[in-house]
T-cell receptor, first 117, second 111 residues
Framework: SQTIHQWPATLVQPVGSPLSLECTVE??????LYWYRQAAGRGLQLLFY??????ISSEVPQNLSASRPQDRQFILSSKKLLLSDSGFYLC????????????????FGPGTRLTVL | GQQVMQIPQYQHVQEGEDFTTYCNSS?????IQWYKQRPGGHPVFLIQ?????EVKKQKRLTFQFGEAKKNSSLHITATQTTDVGTYFC???????????FGTGTRLTIIP
């Protein structure tokens, strides 16, 4: 069966510090991968998605970046965190294939709750 | 760009009462999905609707997709405390590879 892992679960970082959040998927190959951010009590904002290794699409201009160094690994980074980067970061995957995003459900990881002070 | 709105933003109901959340898209959708997020948890897929006018049921939950494929609804009959959470719709437009999530409806149950 497929599983998705995110770490850390919680993180408190000072403004201006770097960030690295990691997401890994097991039990599937060539998944589509997504990073979302959810502000407190708000909806889901798509930040990045990827259909393959090294292929990243950015949805919102910001000081965050994403990388996919391996097929089932998705990393969210920042060089300098802002207060507004606080939120609940969710990684998700869906069935992929041949670079097309199929109309399948997305499976979410447990999330990382980031507080920037 | 595509926008997906949900109403109401919050809903408080007595246990046993019914609950409905409505989802409206600014563009015609190829399909729509519904997710539930328990407090402190992550979204979990509930169902996907594809056909115009489609209705699907899961026990006490009834999902509808509008004839014009621009709106959808989720109705819960006789709510229980386990129904607490935020319900999100998520739609995909034709030719758009991304899923756009709605703003969500947070349901709280008064025992």
């Amino acid at each position: 069966s497929q599983t998705i892992h995110q770490w850390p679960a919680t993180l408190v970082q000072p403004v201006g510090s770097p960030l690295s959040l990691e997401c890994t998927v097991e039990g599937t190959s060539n998944p589509n991968l997504y990073w979302y951010r959810q502000a407190a009590g708000r909806g889901l904002q798509l930040l990045f998605y990827s259909v393959g290794i090294g292929q990243i699409s950015s949805e919102v201009p910001q000081n965050l970046s994403a990388s996919r160094p391996q097929d089932r690994q998705f990393i969210l980074s920042s060089k300098k965190l802002l207060l507004s980067d606080s939120g609940f970061y969710l990684c998700a995957w869906s069935v992929g294939g041949l670079g097309l995003i199929l109309e399948n459900e997305q499976f979410f990881g447990p999330g990382t709750r980031l507080t920037v002070l | 760009g595509q926008q997906v709105m949900q109403i109401p933003q919050y809903q408080h109901v007595q246990e046993g009462e019914d609950f409905t959340t409505y989802c409206n898209s600014s563009t015609t959708l190829s399909n729509i999905q519904w997710y539930k997020q328990r407090p402190g948890g992550h979204p979990v897929f509930l169902i996907q609707l594809v056909k115009s006018g489609e209705v699907k049921k899961q026990k006490r939950l009834t999902f509808q997709f509008g004839e014009a494929k621009k709106n959808s609804s989720l109705h819960i009959t006789a709510t229980q405390t386990t129904d607490v959470g935020t319900y999100f719709c998520a739609g995909r437009s034709f030719g758009n590879e991304k899923l756009t999530f709605g703003t969500g409806t947070r349901l709280t149950i008064i025992p």
